[in-house]
């Protein structure tokens, strides 16, 4: 695929990565690629979000181009690609950029959405996992977004819930806000997109992050929110009665989406909006 025939401003160099000809400040610090390289693989909560991803692509855009903004190190992208997506990964920190090339991802670009200059009208399915959270405007750059879609185009959206658990990690990733389902989906509404689906997932999550992340933030005690060393404690996998058990939360979870049931309660916000006509 030559990228530059639908982005005006990119240019491949010879790592085979595409890179934008300049380049955009971005709310997400500099280390964020490094520390999810190193609890992406071993992590239930990146290993059910891609399967629930993956799920719902199969299930609402199949056989499109998917373009996954905000990809970081490619995790999202590479579950998508071994599922038989056709991904580009459009992430503005060289770090994960060259990560995601190394993992496999056949088309990377090195860049923000907006810097890349997409044509208008150009691409068929887009992704931000966890990014819009980190976005100051979030319903225009929702719009923005909207413009680069082509006819009935469609956008798959992962954020952070409620904002009661918001918590110094949350500062210390830039984060803006946290969402309700309710919030994202009047935020797609005002950027010219219907929803197709929203549910929560991770439904058990929210009470371990108000003990262990808000009330520590509140009395001062969260000093390190966003340490290497608590990040991979908080997502590494553990055999065991706990880990069956949450595994089946998970599969039940998987199995709503499938589906299209919407779940009432979760730590994240999943939404699928459809550009409107």
Known sequence: MELESIARNLQKRDDGIYYALDSSPISYPEIGNEYCLQIEKD???????????????????????????????????????????????????????????????????????????????????????????????????????NEYLKEDGMVYITVPAFNFLWSNEDKEAGHYRRYSLSMMEKALNKANFDVVYSTYIFTVLPLPIFFFRVIPSKLGMNKDAYGLEKRQKEHKSRKGMMHNTLQKIWDWELEQVKKGEKIGFGGSCFVVGRKKN
């Open 43 to 145: 992590s239930f909560w990146f290993n059910h979000r891609n399967r629930v991803i993956v799920e719902a692509v199969k299930k609402y855009s199949k056989d499109k181009m998917f373009f996954d903004i905000g990809g970081g190190n490619g995790y999202v992208s590479l579950g998508l690609q071994e599922a038989g997506v056709d991904v580009v990964l459009v992430e503005p920190g060289p770090v994960g950029s060259l990560n995601a090339k190394k993992r496999g991802i056949d088309h990377v670009i090195c860049s923000t959405l907006q810097d890349a200059k997409f044509e208008k009208a150009s691409l068929d399915t887009v992704g931000m996992f966890d990014v819009v959270e980190h976005i100051e405007n979030d319903v225009e750059f929702l719009r923005e977004t």
